[in-house]
């Protein structure tokens, strides 16, 4: 390994440790999600200092030749003093560094720091992706497909083999039966695939400090599990007393001012399953938040059975984070509580109570942390 990628290596060693240090203030930082590229996510790292050159003291005086004295002018050359915005300071500037960290980095510092176990699939395959590998060496192909290697040490041999090969200057010529190309064959390979379904609750009780729990919890969840399958489809579903599927951005910036039927919502991920995903092939996760308001009794035992009828028999795992908010009772997750064994080891229900971003890191530990 060079001298610059042993250096690079230990960068990144202390980058990790770093992000490791203080994953729990990244979690409940919303700017981070912010900062998300494609695959990359940029992290402020304050604590590294960047080098720098430190130059010794002369005897030259002020900024160019000759001996300065106190009062000269730089700068514009009038011998004034240049105005300057805001106050003097007697502390030192703030020394970021932003880092580029991949997700697949972050989901796997996630999982180190919060002790998640990997996922095993439950669904089948439900895409099989063809590509192509190289598995041997032939000798007719391509030009772009040749293999230097094989193709000069064949030269090499037929050289020598034939005693044209004068080591005082050893030029081989590889000829046209000497070359190599690589072979390659398509292989299928299989990919488990999951479903991931977020349902929130968009009434006049849950405001935007809501909301953004609900979606800096979204980023880090979807984090884990895109590092657990080969691929991911989302779907966002809103709900005040009806129900409807929206996208991303509408997901996070909705808010409606109607009364709360959690039942409609349900009902709704029970369709979109039933018509598009069949169980045995997807591994389908049901997250559903909300402040816990619901219109009903009847409602919520509506919900109930949705659950146990359509939800739960099909997807891994369902999982409930009731976000604290001054507007709501809160009695949901007591129902759900009352329901089902939600502290059982087989039972695929997981409920959380999120009071604060502070509380983040622990419904996420809750969520994930049964490997279903």
């Known amino acids: 390994m060079s001298r610059i990628k042993q250096d690079h290596s230990r960068f990144r060693d202390i980058v990790r440790g770093k992000v490791r240090r203080n994953l729990k203030s990244y979690i409940s930082n919303g700017e981070l999600i912010g900062k998300q590229g494609n695959d990359r996510v940029s992290i402020p790292l304050p604590q590294i200092e960047l080098p720098r050159f430190k130059f010794s003291s002369q005897d ?13 002018g730089i700068g514009d050359g009038d011998g004034q003093p240049g105005e300057g915005a805001g106050e003097a300071g007697e502390g ?12 697949d980095e972050l989901a796997q510092i996630l999982g180190e720091e919060l002790e998640l176990p990997r996922i095993e699939p439950k669904g089948s395959k439900q895409v099989v992706s063809e590509r192509d590998k190289y598995t041997g060496i032939r000798p007719v192909g391509p030009n772009s497909l040749r293999h230097f290697k094989r193709t000069y040490t064949r030269a090499l041999k037929r050289t020598i083999a034939t005693g044209e090969f004068n080591p005082k200057n050893p030029v081989v010529v590889p000829v046209k039966d000497d070359m ?8 299928s390979s299989p990919q488990a695939n999951a479903l991931v379904i977020y349902m929130m609750d968009v009434s006049g009780s849950m405001g935007d400090e809501q909301k953004e729990i609900v979606r800096i919890e979204s980023f880090w969840i979807n984090a884990w599990l ?13 709900h005040d007393a009806t129900a409807k599927e929206v996208d991303e951005h509408t997901f996070f910036h909705t808010r409606e001012s109607g009364g709360t039927m959690i039942s409609s919502a349900y009902k709704l991920a029970a369709r979109l399953i039933e018509s598009e ?6 591994n389908i996760y049901l997250f559903h938040f909300s402040d816990g308001d619901n219109w009903s009794v009847d409602d919520t035992s509506v919900c109930v059975q949705v659950m146990r009828e359509h939800l739960i028999p099909v997807c891994n795992q369902f999982s409930y984070g009731q976000v604290e908010s001054p507007y709501g009772s809160g009695q949901f997750i007591k129902d759900l509580r009352q329901h089902f064994d939600v502290d059982g080891p087989d039972c695929s229900v997981v409920v959380s109570e999120i009071k604060n971003k502070d509380a983040i890191v622990g419904s996420i530990k809750e969520f994930l942390g ?3």
């Not at 030259?60 to 000269?72: A, F, Y």
């Open 180 to 187: 190599r190309y690589r072979a390659w064959t398509t292989v």
């Open 60 to 72: 030259g005086g002020g900024v160019g030749q000759g001996q300065g004295k106190p009062g000269d």
């Open 92 to 103: 030192e500037g703030e020394k970021a560094l932003e880092v580029d960290v991949t997700l």
């Open 226 to 238: 895109k590092s657990q399958y080969e691929g991911i489809e989302t779907r966002y579903i809103i």
């Open 370 to 372: 049964a490997g279903r």
């Open 277 to 282: 995903y069949a169980a045995s092939e997807w």
